[in-house]
């Protein structure tokens, strides 16, 4: 089982995500795999805020995850994704916010 430091910085949540793949067998999944899963898991996401919201669903959604576990699945999917395009999160991510503080908003 892989380790996971108490307080890990996002490259140490990538390298945890890999390693949890190599150990649960999902390493040789494909991009297109990930990304449906992703998709799939951001729905679960939508039925969570409904759940929480007050929002009727059917009887087949009844046992969705709570809105964290959802969005660490969404989480992991992503720094997957990421790990095969070998993307450091955490550059990618202040790459991006240098190219939003330009931005304007409203």
Same mark, same amino acid.
């Given at each position: 089982?892989?380790? !996971?430091? /108490?307080?890990?910085? !996002?490259?140490?949540? @990538? =390298?945890?995500? =890999?390693?949890? /793949?190599? /150990?649960?067998?999902?390493?040789? @999944?494909?991009? !297109?795999?990930k990304c449906l899963m992703l998709g799939e898991e951001a729905g679960e996401l939508f039925k969570a805020v409904r759940k929480v919201e007050g929002i009727k669903l059917d009887h087949a959604s009844a046992k969705v995850g709570g809105i964290d576990e959802e969005l660490v699945d969404i989480f992991i999917f992503v720094c997957s994704i990421a790990n095969k395009y070998a993307i450091d999160l955490e550059d990618a991510f202040r790459r991006k916010e240098e190219i939003n503080k330009r931005r304007v908003w409203g």
């Open positions: 089982m892989p380790n !996971l430091p /108490e307080h890990p910085d !996002l490259a140490a949540l @990538q =390298r945890y995500v =890999r390693e949890l /793949e190599v /150990e649960r067998g999902f390493i040789d @999944q494909t991009v !297109l795999m």
